[in-house]
């Protein structure tokens, strides 16, 4: 049965109909399934997805120009700045057709990522490499099935092979993640919707209260939309978070175990452990929750076990506003 489910995925996907997979646009409002829907975010049903016009694009600081098609070619990701990393790995920029879309395309060539992706700069190669073996052994799924980037990386991480995966993980564990991701306290936001798996401010939207949750957001959607890796996003999260999940992630309280001692001093990773410092804040959530919950259960998960068990939604929030917030 399933096995005829990825047959289809495949069949789809080969004939370039990826985008209508991730692109996913509900007719009738979806029912979340977990307890962090900022985190695991799904489209606002009836929103009209953008026509590309066909006319060629420019972003800043680029002399490059190109054309969008919609769907989007997920096997043809715009490179807006080669010259500020190395050459990409056919892998890395064109991916393998069907089923191994281009990593560059979500994941962005300099891998900076995006909130309904992960950063992937900088990370150790042999974490990568045991990433994509959980992927391949169905040992790392989404707490939120309905949600579109995560399924994506789902058929990614079955079908990409054990070579393909090495030159990927030599590619992105060469870079160093920068600076990317804004975080503000505060109470309040500007009204949102969700559009791409991604929280976009609403047209005509007045400010609406923050609550506890973390809202990421890019600094320029435009941009955004046109996949320019040197455009960033914001994270507004609640007032006095980031205080709070610093006590956290020290041990304070003995609700976990000192995040440091695995993830290093300064949280930007510790051998083949992975950096938390700077990544996006919805990521660190979902990772959390699916590791709480049994659905991120690799090979190395159970060391998470005992930082997890005790976690409510509410500590995510505090951990992942902290997070978000170091140095890379
Ligand atoms: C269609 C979009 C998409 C493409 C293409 C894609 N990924 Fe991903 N990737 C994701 C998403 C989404 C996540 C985060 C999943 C989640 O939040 O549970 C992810 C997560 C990952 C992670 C886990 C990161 C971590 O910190 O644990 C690795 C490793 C990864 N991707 C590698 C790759 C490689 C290698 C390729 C290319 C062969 C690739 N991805 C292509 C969407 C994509
Ligand atoms: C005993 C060692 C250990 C401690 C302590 C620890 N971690 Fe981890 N952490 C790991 C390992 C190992 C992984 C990789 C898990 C896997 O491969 O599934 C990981 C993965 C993660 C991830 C997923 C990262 C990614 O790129 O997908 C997050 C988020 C995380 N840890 C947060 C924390 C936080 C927050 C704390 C402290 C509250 C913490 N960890 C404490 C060992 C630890």
């Not at 606002?44 to 190109?66: M, Y």
């Not at 043809?76 to 190395?86: E, M, R």
């Amino acid at each position: 049965m399933t096995s005829n489910i990825n047959r289809l995925v495949l069949m789809l996907v080969s004939f370039g109909c990826a985008s209508l997979l991730y692109g996913q646009v509900p007719a009738a409002p979806l029912i979340a399934q977990t307890p962090l829907p900022w985190a695991f975010a799904l489209n606002t049903p009836g929103l009209n997805i953008p026509i590309d016009d066909g006319q060629p694009k420019h972003v800043p600081n680029s002399t490059l120009a190109f054309v969008f098609t919609t769907p989007r070619n997920l096997y043809n990701p715009p490179d807006w700045h080669p010259a500020d990393h190395p050459a990409m790995p056919p892998i890395v920029a064109s991916g393998r057709n069907p089923g191994v879309f281009a990593c560059a395309y979500c994941h962005l060539p300099n891998a900076q990522g995006r909130p309904e992706n992960a950063s992937l700069a900088g990370l150790p190669a042999d974490y990568i490499m045991q990433q994509m073996r959980d992927y391949r052994a169905g040992l790392r799924k989404s707490s939120e099935p309905q949600m579109g980037p995560p399924a994506n990386m789902l058929i990614v991480g079955m079908t990409a092979t054990e070579a393909e995966a090495a030159e990927a993980a030599t590619y992105f564990s060469s870079l160093t993640l920068q600076p990317w991701i804004r975080v503000i306290e505060t109470d309040t936001v500007p009204e949102t919707v969700i559009s791409g798996s991604m929280f976009i401010e609403k047209e005509g939207g007045s400010m609406e209260a923050l609550g506890n949750r973390i809202v990421e957001m890019p600094e320029d959607l435009e941009l955004t939309e046109l996949r320019d890796s040197h455009s960033g996003f914001i994270a507004y999260v609640p007032v006095g978070s980031i205080e709070r999940g610093k006590a956290l992630a020290a041990g304070t309280g003995d609700l976990t175990p000192p995040c440091a001692f695995c993830h290093g001093d300064t949280l930007q990773g510790l051998g083949p452990i992975p950096a938390l410092a700077g990544r996006s804040p919805s990521y660190i959530a979902r990772q959390l929750w699916d590791l709480k919950m049994g659905n991120r259960k690799g090979l190395w998960s159970p060391l998470m076990a005992a930082v997890v068990a005790n976690l409510t939604p509410d500590n995510i929030v505090d951990i992942a506003a902290y997070t978000a917030s170091l140095e890379p």
